[in-house]
């Protein structure tokens, strides 16, 4: 039996114009690797934490120095246990996700079909239109972006050079490349495929031991 699918719209609060994705990803995948398909339908480059947040509550990965547990209104869960469809009571609700948490990257997600059927059937994991690139690594939030979009805009402005270097090589905040995300977002589907062979593969030498 096929596991249905989960198309999402994603886009990134407080920036204009809107940076937004359409994207579908397997209903049973991980909320880790749910992560890992955001990181890759945005761009980001996955070096900072995240969480979840649905109904006004912060889910995250536990803290091993339990500094987190004492925030008001968060809930630690090992997010690798978690499948999303287990997310799926609250969809209607609040649902954000939070990456980088000096940023403060704030992405709203928005579920658009729980039963999405893809042209190519040999995709489980796909990105189906979006706007802009997302914004640099370590800018400073929202604020430091657009500070960044306005010096790279003037080039006698004296930071220029220096933000030039810095910035990713051809950074254009206005484009948007539809199949290199699709490339990326394979990589996570591979992973995900290997990762169900190999349950399916230790459920079935668990009932052969027991069938023994």
Not at 1 to 21: D, G, H, N
Not at 175 to 183: I, P, Q, R, T
Request: aromatic share 14%; charged share 25%.
């Amino acid at each position: 039996m096929s596991v249905p699918l989960y198309a999402f719209k994603i886009e990134l609060k407080e920036i204009k114009p809107k940076i937004w994705r359409k994207f579908f990803v397997p209903s049973d995948v991980s909320l880790a690797m749910f992560h890992e398909a955001i990181q890759q339908v945005m761009g980001w480059l996955n070096y900072h934490f995240y969480s979840y947040k649905l109904s006004g509550v912060e889910y995250l990965n536990p803290d091993p120095h339990g500094l987190l547990s004492e925030i008001p209104n968060t809930k630690e869960i090992d997010l690798k246990k978690v499948k999303l469809y287990e997310f799926y009571p609250y969809f209607e609700s609040n649902f954000e996700y939070l990456y980088d948490f000096g940023d403060g990257w704030t992405h709203r997600l928005k579920v658009i079909d729980t039963d999405y059927t893809p042209l190519n059937s040999d995709l489980i994991f796909g990105c189906l239109a979006g706007a802009r690139r997302c914004p640099i690594e370590d800018c400073g939030g929202t604020r430091g972006y657009y500070e960044v979009l306005k010096i790279l805009a003037d080039k006698n402005h004296e930071e220029y050079e220096d933000t030039l270097i810095w910035a990713p090589e051809g950074y254009d905040p206005e484009k948007f490349d539809l199949k290199a995300v699709n490339n990326r977002l394979m990589l996570v589907q591979i992973k995900y495929t290997l990762r169900q062979i190999d349950t399916q593969a230790t459920k079935m030498l668990v009932d052969l031991m027991i069938k023994q």
